[in-house]
């Protein structure tokens, strides 16, 4: 795949450089809708390995589709945020939409800190800014692991990705959560293993009221895309029984 040039101002990731988190920017490993993922050399304080900086886009060109469907029932269950604040984020006001791009920062960095530390396949994160998070870099330097959609499986390496990726969905269930925009776009492929990426929009299948959509949306996405490869998995199946199993807590 290789990386493309940077052309960007930077001057958050050059914050990190300053701290010594971040040596050098290699390059971009992909231009994203609402990140640019780049390819950078750890600094002393993360051991001088490859990470992946994820650079969120500034909110004025950055649009989430249909952001509601996710933030239905988040604010539930956490303290400390002032009803005046809530409103604002419903309302979609300016103070709401700048609180809110904190927060998908902010979230996805959490949730890949609560997967991480679960043993589920995500990169491990490393650190967080404002609109950035460093994290594990999955692939080699100059060949950045690619998503799914570019690689071809033979039979047995499809079965035992989509085992694996099955396996982490309901890992993920066992920690409450729902990817929620689970495709083969968002998940790597390197040296034989899956990583799960891409969680901002995770949602708590405890309190968002669209779990059970996103769960069998998550579920149809990664069995179409295995059928190609003659694996067959029964999608309906597979979802309503992780949920039948979620309720009962039996994950
Ligand atoms: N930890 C990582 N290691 C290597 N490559 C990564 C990593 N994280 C992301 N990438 C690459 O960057 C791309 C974009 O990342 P991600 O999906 O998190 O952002 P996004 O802006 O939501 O992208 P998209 O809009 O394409 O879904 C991924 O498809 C993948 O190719
Ligand atoms: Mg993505």
């Given at each position: 795949?290789?990386?493309?040039?940077?052309?960007?101002?930077?001057?958050e990731?050059?914050?990190?450089?300053?701290?010594?988190?971040?040596?050098?920017i290699?390059?971009?490993?992909?231009?994203?809708?609402?990140?640019?993922?780049?390819?950078?050399?750890?600094?002393?304080?993360?051991?001088?390995?490859?990470?992946?900086?994820?650079?969120?886009?500034?909110?004025?060109?950055?649009?989430?589709?249909?952001?509601?469907?996710?933030?239905?029932?988040?604010?539930?269950?956490?303290?400390?945020?002032?009803?005046?604040?809530?409103?604002?984020?419903?309302?979609?006001?300016?103070?709401?939409?700048?609180?809110?791009?904190?927060?998908?920062?902010?979230?996805?960095?959490?949730?890949?800190?609560?997967?991480?530390?679960?043993?589920?396949?995500?990169?491990?994160?490393?650190?967080m800014?404002?609109r950035?998070?460093?994290?594990?870099?999955?692939?080699?330097?100059?060949?950045?692991?690619?998503?799914?959609?570019?690689?071809?499986?033979?039979?047995?390496?499809?079965?035992?990705?989509?085992?694996?990726?099955?396996?982490?969905?309901?890992?993920?269930?066992?920690?409450?959560?729902?990817?929620?925009?689970?495709?083969?776009?968002?998940?790597?492929?390197?040296?034989?293993?899956?990583r799960?990426?891409?969680?901002p929009?995770?949602?708590?299948?405890?309190?968002?009221?669209?779990?059970?959509?996103?769960?069998?949306?998550?579920?149809?996405?990664?069995?179409?895309h295995?059928?190609?490869f003659?694996?067959?998995?029964?999608?309906?199946?597979?979802?309503?029984?992780?949920?039948?199993?979620?309720?009962?807590?039996?994950?």
């Amino acid at each position: 795949m290789g990386l493309n040039r940077v052309n960007e101002d930077l001057s958050e990731l050059d914050a990190f450089v300053a701290s010594a988190y971040i040596e050098d920017i290699l390059g971009v490993v992909k231009s994203g809708k609402e990140a640019t993922v780049y390819c950078v050399r750890g600094g002393e304080r993360l051991g001088n390995k490859l990470i992946a900086a994820k650079v969120y886009r500034s909110m004025k060109v950055r649009q989430f589709a249909n952001a509601s469907v996710y933030n239905a029932g988040r604010l539930r269950g956490r303290g400390g945020i002032r009803n005046r604040e809530i409103r604002a984020m419903e309302n979609r006001s300016r103070i709401g939409r700048e609180l809110s791009f904190g927060k998908w920062v902010a979230d996805e960095y959490e949730t890949l800190n609560l997967l991480y530390n679960a043993g589920i396949s995500v990169p491990r994160p490393l650190q967080m800014a404002e609109r950035i998070i460093l994290m594990e870099y999955i692939g080699e330097e100059e060949d950045p692991a690619p998503p799914l959609t570019n690689v071809h499986l033979s039979h047995d390496e499809a079965a035992k990705a989509f085992g694996e990726i099955i396996a982490s969905i309901e890992q993920m269930l066992a920690c409450d959560r729902i990817h929620g925009d689970l495709s083969p776009y968002n998940v790597l492929y390197h040296e034989g293993r899956t990583r799960i990426i891409d969680v901002p929009q995770a949602v708590d299948a405890r309190f968002n009221p669209n779990a059970l959509n996103l769960l069998d949306r998550d579920v149809e996405n990664i069995c179409r895309h295995f059928e190609r490869f003659g694996v067959r998995g029964d999608a309906w199946r597979i979802s309503r029984g992780l949920w039948a199993r979620y309720l009962r807590s039996e994950l």
